[in-house]
């Protein structure tokens, strides 16, 4: 692989595969929002809801850590089962995190929601697991993701509490 020295970046061609990675991550990840909307006015919220602002800016940068961390994986090679189970954990978790969008928005079902969340969670954890045994910095990768989805857990549950 040829990368930037000076920042340990691929170049070229691997450039070019991770890039495609990260948009295809993202325009995966915002399909959802744009085939069911994330209207909110429904939403009784409480007083820690973050601005609407933030919400496409974050999504925007934890799927592209994760198209990073997929490609990271991927470059390991199909070959090998360690990296196969890798990408059929995170092929669960992100099936998940796609599936919350109708439910919680689509539907206005929080309670469904929480359900879905708390499973994209247990992926979540389990994508970092199976990731690690494959590459260490693309688990890293994953870590704050869990952290956000953490955050719209308790987000989803105060919403359904209210």
Do not use: C
Not at 96 to 110: A, C, E, H
Not at 148 to 160: D, E, G, K, P
């Amino acid at each position: 692989m040829h990368t930037n020295r000076s920042l340990g970046l691929p170049s070229g061609r691997e450039a070019l595969l991770a890039a495609g990675f990260v948009v295809g991550v993202n325009a995966l990840g915002a399909l959802p929002a744009f085939l069911f909307g994330s209207e909110t006015d429904w939403i009784d919220r409480p007083w820690f809801y973050p601005p609407e602002i933030l919400f496409p800016i974050v999504w925007t940068l934890l799927f592209s850590l994760l198209g990073l961390a997929l490609y990271r994986v991927w470059k390991r090679g199909l070959r090998r089962r360690d990296v196969r189970v890798a990408f059929g954990v995170f092929a669960g978790q992100f099936a998940l995190n796609i599936l919350w969008t109708p439910v919680f928005f689509g539907l206005q079902r929080p309670d469904l929601g929480l359900l879905v969340i708390l499973a994209l969670w247990v992926g979540i954890v389990g994508t970092i697991v199976a990731f690690d045994r494959v590459d260490r910095v693309a688990a890293a990768l994953v870590v704050p993701y869990l952290v956000w989805v953490s955050f719209a857990a308790v987000l989803n549950y105060a919403i359904y509490a209210a």
